[in-house]
């Protein structure tokens, strides 16, 4: 594997995303990637309980917007002879979303550990998971939603009710792991330096109880959000996000990317709103090594 790692320890199956460099950074390869291992762990014997977490500063700093950007703008060629079509859209992301949903789909329950930036395409992945925990420097947020893009999977409301989901993806802003915690959009936030004990401590804690049982439980839980909707809101939402690409605005946005290069087009973004890169908390945070969409001065590519 190129983009992550894998291990079993104490009934504890982890999937390690090892993009450091690229912040982690979602790609093809990692979708398909991630796909198989969480396809592997859930039918494991040995295992009961999924942890996935990131190296580096970041956890997911979304999609790469060199490879996303370049793909939108390969396809507007093409456009020139035909119109864009949006259940091809649809299809395309969906390879993406239905990797993510893994997380939720799988019978076993799955934790996330999450460190420095989990943002636009990352939340559309960490938000499956059924339990996520943060060290207290992370960050959430749906920047894309202020041009370009809807979050795909559509967890926000079944994690912090109506009016909190609102206030976040209508503005795009910033959430600090505490706030993420307080809100409901995670679990709970802790030291730093205790991330990695703390959600594996968790895990194991859950390993200890019969898998069945584990997986009665999941499913009585999730099917509280399936009742309400959520295939539904899936749907609409990774349509919209495709609709949201191919806006004047989305459209502008590419082609800005492509003219000035990805960080100055996200920090001409975000600039007005004072966050993410373009805020007092990127300060502390290493600086990915490419052009990739990340916490510092660059963002996700949105699908």
Not at 63 to 88: I, K
Not at 128 to 147: E, H, K, M, N, T
Not at 195 to 213: C, G, K, W, Y
Request: charged share 25%; proline share 4%; net charge positive.
């Amino acid at each position: 594997m190129k983009t992550l790692r894998t291990e079993t320890r104490n009934g504890v199956g982890t999937i390690t995303l090892a993009r450091a460099a690229e912040y982690n950074t979602i790609t093809p390869d990692l979708r398909d990637e991630l796909a198989a291992a969480i396809d592997r762990a859930d039918a494991d014997h040995g295992v009961h309980v999924i942890l996935l977490r990131a190296d580096g500063p970041a956890f997911c700093a979304g999609y790469g917007l060199d490879w996303s950007t370049r793909a939108q703008t390969s396809e507007s060629g093409a456009a020139r002879r035909r119109v864009w079509d949006s259940v091809a859209d649809y299809g395309m992301i969906s390879q993406f979303v239905n990797v993510y949903m893994k997380l939720w789909y799988a019978r076993k329950p799955t934790i996330a550990a999450v460190q420095g930036w989990c943002i636009g395409g990352g939340t559309d992945m960490v938000l499956c998971a059924d339990l996520i925990i943060a060290g207290q420097s992370a960050s959430f947020g749906y920047p894309p939603s202020r041009v370009w893009g809807t979050p795909t999977t559509a967890m926000w409301v079944y994690r912090m009710g109506l009016e909190r989901a609102k206030r976040y993806l209508l503005t795009g802003d910033e959430i600090p792991a505490p706030e993420a915690a307080r809100i409901g959009l995670i679990l709970e936030a802790v030291p730093d330096g205790e991330l990695d004990a703390r959600a594996t401590a968790i895990a194991e804690r859950m390993a200890r109880v019969p898998v069945n049982q584990l997986q009665m439980l999941k499913l009585l839980c999730n099917h509280t959000a399936e009742n309400m909707g959520l295939a539904t809101s899936r749907l609409v939402g990774s349509l919209f996000d495709g609709i949201a690409r191919h806006t004047q605005e989305g459209l502008d946005f590419v082609a800005r990317a492509q003219v000035a290069g990805f960080r100055d087009a996200v920090r001409e973004r975000d600039d007005p709103f004072g966050d993410y890169g373009s805020g007092p908390r990127s300060k502390t945070r290493a600086k990915p090594r490419d052009g990739k969409d990340a916490g510092s001065k660059n963002r996700k590519r949105q699908g």
